[in-house]
């Protein structure tokens, strides 16, 4: 298995195609999926099937979604500086946690220490191997979601 973290400023960036709150709703039937573009920076790599763990940035911070990677990279304009390139993933949600449920920054750093947290300024940074079960087990304790491999 494999995993990187997306990041996501609501302050910078909230271009959803359907409203976060909604989308989050929504999410509350197991059975609901997401499809979303999603930046991995400059990452040229990313394997179809990773996990793809998302970090709320900005006032909130912490971890507020789980998703699973549907494409390899393709290079296309930066999202908020056209004159930028990214790249980008296809990534399929199956779970965004209300605002006010994020998994804060400081138990991801107490619990999931291999990965440095408070320094996650892009997306596409992978996840330890060695950090992967943590992650998986915090996830499922605080949302009560397991993840299926």
């Not at 271009?15 to 991995?40: H, K, L, N, Q």
């Not at 996990?51 to 709320?56: G, K, N, P, V």
């Not at 449920?101 to 991801?108: E, H, T």
């Amino acid at each position: 298995m494999s995993a990187l973290i997306i990041c996501w400023n609501r302050d910078k960036w909230d271009g959803w195609d359907t409203p976060y709150d909604a989308i989050a709703e929504a999410m509350r039937d197991p059975a609901f999926r997401y499809v979303c573009r999603w930046s991995v920076g400059a990452r040229r790599t990313v394997t179809v099937g990773t996990d793809a763990w998302l970090l709320r940035q900005g006032r909130i911070r912490g971890l507020i979604g789980h998703g699973r990677v549907l494409t390899e990279p393709v290079e296309g304009p930066h999202f908020t500086d056209p004159g930028k390139t990214r790249r980008y993933v296809l990534v399929e949600f199956d779970t965004l946690l209300d605002e006010s449920d994020v998994i804060p920054a400081d138990l991801l750093q107490a619990v999931v220490p291999q990965v440095a947290w408070a320094f996650q300024f892009q997306s596409g940074n992978s996840v330890p191997g060695d950090a992967e079960s943590q992650l998986l087990e915090l996830w499922t304790d605080a949302t009560g979601r397991a993840i299926m491999n």
